[in-house]
């Protein structure tokens, strides 16, 4: 069975976000344990990194992760310019 592990950093951000965004992430990640091909995530590897992934959670907001074994490991969440801080 699937763990999720979120880092300090992730609980940061999370903790930051708008409700709004707050939903939509759970919503994405509902989405995500049910089918991890849904076009509307957009999960792609991110460039440069050997195991790190990127997830759309809407047009301007993402979430990276990587998973490792059973974990689904949250690294950072927000908007695009999250991706640049790697």
């Known amino acids: 069975m699937m763990q999720i ?15 709004e965004i707050k939903n939509l992430f759970q919503k ?4 995500f344990f049910e089918n991890s ?4 995530l957009g999960i792609k590897k991110m460039q440069g990194t050997f195991d790190v ?7 301007s907001h993402r979430l990276t992760f990587q998973k490792k074994d059973e974990v689904f490991i949250l690294r950072n969440i927000g908007t695009h310019d999250i991706l640049r801080k790697l």
């Open 28 to 31: 994405q990640l509902v989405l």
């Open 37 to 40: 091909t849904h076009n509307s």
């Open 5 to 19: 592990y979120r880092t300090n950093k992730f609980k940061k951000q999370h903790k930051k976000l708008p409700t």
């Open 53 to 59: 992934w990127e997830m759309r959670i809407t047009k």
